[in-house]
Every structure is written in structure tokens, then in C-alpha cells.
């Protein structure tokens, strides 16, 4: 059976994962302040690892996808959902503390202090999100900007934000 986790999960739990974060609420499995940077599991001892709208609030981003990436399986997957930087929602919630463009995440692959025993997590997917309950538009625009992503994001296009970054994060050998 695979071992999942759903860190900073709030009210938000999933059926068949850990469920982590800092206050209790119903089917919270475990409390931890996910700003500690040493996670209760053994190094690659998890195979999936899920966190939406949790990472913007942490301290760290980049120590926190270190701890990632120590306590995931090689080829062990993160899916990283975030607000996107030109969403309302990023600067409105006023406990966010960092923000997210579409090459956020490159950073990370190139950087040798994000090495962790030798492997690093890699950009396997990534995705900007429209919300479509609002506009229906966004149906039809979502996958010409997932296209030309640097275009919409260098752009007066911008002007027509998304609401969130969606990013899959495979752990693999340098």
C-alpha cells in the first residue's frame, strides 16, 4: 500500500493519506508545525506527498521542498497546488508569505543546496488554473496560456489573472 501524506491540509482531509497540519481539526491524523524542518518519517518512506494552498504560508519554501524531497521514494511524486501571483487571493490573505510564477519551481532544479543524498525533485507537470465557475471563458482560455506560458505572464495578459499554479514534483537521482 502506498503511503501518502496531505501536509497542511486544515479542514481539508483526504481518505487513504496522513493527514497533517498545525491545528486539529476533524481527521487530522497528525498535528506538526510544518515550519520544523524535520518531518516525523524516515527518509524515503513516502510515496505521494499532496499540500494545497499550505506552502505560501510556510517560512521556507525551500527548506520545506528539501524535506520533501529527504522523505519521498525515488520516483515518489509531490503535487503542489498554490495561488499564482496575479490571483487577488494571493495578496488579499495577508499571512501569505511568498508567491508564485509558472518557472517558480525551476529554481529548485538548479541549485545544488537542494540536493538531498543525491537526488532533487523535478518539475514532472505543471499548470495554470482559471477558475470557470466564475468565467466560462476561462474554459477556452486555460489551455492557450498553458501553452505560451512565458508570453501571458510577460504581458499585459496578465491583467486576466489565474487563480492557482498547479505543480507535479517527481524525486530523482541527479
Known amino acids: 500500500m502506498k ?4 501536509l497542511g491540509c486544515g479542514s481539508i482531509t483526504k ?6 497540519d498545525i491545528n486539529y481539526y476533524k481527521g487530522v491524523d497528525m498535528l506538526l508545525d510544518l515550519n520544523k524542518h524535520s518531518y516525523p518519517f524516515e527518509d524515503s518512506s513516502i510515496d505521494f506527498i499532496y499540500t494545497r494552498h499550505c506552502l505560501e504560508h510556510l517560512d521556507s519554501v ?8 529527504r522523505v519521498l521514494k525515488e ?3 509531490a503535487e503542489i497546488i498554490v495561488p499564482h501571483f496575479t490571483s487577488n487571493g ?3 490573505d495577508l ?9 517558480s519551481f525551476d529554481y529548485f532544479q538548479t541549485q545544488e543546496q537542494h540536493k538531498f543524498n543525491g537526488f532533487m525533485l523535478y518539475t514532472k507537470k505543471i499548470r495554470l488554473v482559471f477558475g470557470k465557475k466564475i ?7 486555460e489551455p492557450l496560456v498553458n501553452m505560451f506560458p512565458d508570453v501571458w505572464e510577460g504581458s ?19
Open 3 to 6: 503511503k501518502k501524506i496531505n
Open 15 to 20: 481518505e487513504g493519506y496522513i493527514n497533517i
Open 62 to 69: 525551500k527548506l520545506t521542498l528539501k524535506e520533501m524531497c
Open 75 to 77: 520516483k515518489g511524486t
Open 90 to 92: 494571493a495578496f488579499q
Open 95 to 103: 499571512t501569505h508569505k511568498h508567491f508564485f510564477a509558472y518557472h
Open 135 to 141: 468565467q466560462v471563458w476561462n474554459w477556452l482560455i
Open 156 to 174: 499585459f495578459l496578465k491583467s486576466y489573472p489565474a487563480i492557482e499554479l498547479r505543480v507535479v514534483l517527481e524525486k530523482r537521482k541527479c
